[in-house]
């Protein structure tokens, strides 16, 4: 029996519980309201009990294909140039339980999602003060995290193992990655990395290491369980399929309101709200659709930054009595425009295909509070 190394959970009411040990939360993406998601209601994506470090005691270590190995302290870390960067981090499992049949996996339905702002120091200046030597691809980024995978049974090592994912050297470098110390402007929660985690921005959660304890400069690409036999998907390699591990987030929008269920009244506008984003540079355009009708340009919101998720709104007047489905499809930067249907290539991952929202229009006068009635 594994004993929940998490009891601080009260700031977190009303997430929806997919595990307790590890703990995973959802976030209840109906209920979002800014574009910025409150810590408190920020999804968790663990894979083993959280880890509780001392932050006195805390080293982040840098080592491997480097000139000046160095072990900083949290005071080191705080003493360098800190930036503030809002970013979007989706796990790649979200939307899981959309999938036909069904995969295995948390069955994640909207809320694996969020955005928030994120302070720190920029990987790329503690990579300069270690010097990169000639011939290094990858940094291999530890968690302090571990455990046994499929229960000790098909891995190599015998025993526990950490979670470790690599980033490519360029993009260790970007400006758009950062160890953060502070999510929203409060120090990290012991459940998103508290002292130190990844954030590896326009990418899938699972490269976002919490806990952040080592990172190592490696010749090779890393082959690691989180890297190869998790958190991949298929690309075609000399003509076969290839394991490819995950890395930049698919364009992908999802709708806050209505929800699917809800009673629109005839006649009566209503506002359609969601929220898009892509790790390729950003979102150029939402547009909807009702009962499979055109697509009309929605409204985008709020900032436009390409590391962060965009806001859209839409009004419509319903005319007409009946089931009403809506859809909504997003358009990144670089032209990806979110698929209709399922893919076949991403075992359980990148579901970011559209997914009608089904409400129904009524006429006449209903009680009052009773439109949305779910
Ligand atoms: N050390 C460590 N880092 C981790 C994980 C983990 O289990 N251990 N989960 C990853 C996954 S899959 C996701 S989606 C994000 C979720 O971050 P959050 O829990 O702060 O929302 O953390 C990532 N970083
Ligand atoms: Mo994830």
Known sequence: VTKPAIRETDHKRGMIVRQTAPLNLETPFAQLSDW????????????????????????????????????????????????EMPAVVECAGNGRVYYEPVRQGLQWQNGAV?????????????????????????AVLVGADGGLVDGGQKTASPGPIAFARSIPLDK???????LATHMNGEPLRQEHGFPLRAVIGGW??????????????VDRPFGGYWQMRDYFRWSRDLGEPRL????????????IEPITGARLRLGEPVRIRGMAWSGHGGIERVDLSFDGGGWKAARLLGEDLPNAWR??????????????????????????????TQQSDRESYLANWIVPVTVSVVAGADKAGAEYAI
């Open 114 to 138: 969020g955005n928030a702002r994120w302070s720190g120091v920029r990987l790329a200046d503690l990579l300069t003060a270690a010097g990169v030597r000639p011939g290094a691809v990858e």
């Open 172 to 178: 260790a470098m970007a400006d758009d990655v950062i």
């Open 311 to 340: 806001g859209f709104e839409h009004f419509l007047t319903p005319v007409q009595p009946g089931k009403m489905e809506i859809r909504a499809r997003a358009t990144d930067r670089r032209d990806n425009v979110q698929p209709e």
């Open 244 to 255: 490819t591990p995950l890395s930049v987030m698919e364009v992908k929008s999802q709708i």
């Open 204 to 217: 899938y959660g699972m490269a976002w290491i919490k806990w952040l304890a080592e990172i190592r400069i």
């Open 36 to 83: 910025i998601v409150p810590v408190e209601e920020f999804f968790v994506r663990n894979h083993f009990p959280v880890p509780t470090p001392d932050p006195a005691e805390w080293r982040l270590v840098i080592g491997g294909l480097v000139e000046r190995p160095l072990s900083l302290s949290l005071a080191d870390l705080a003493a360098m140039p800190q930036i």
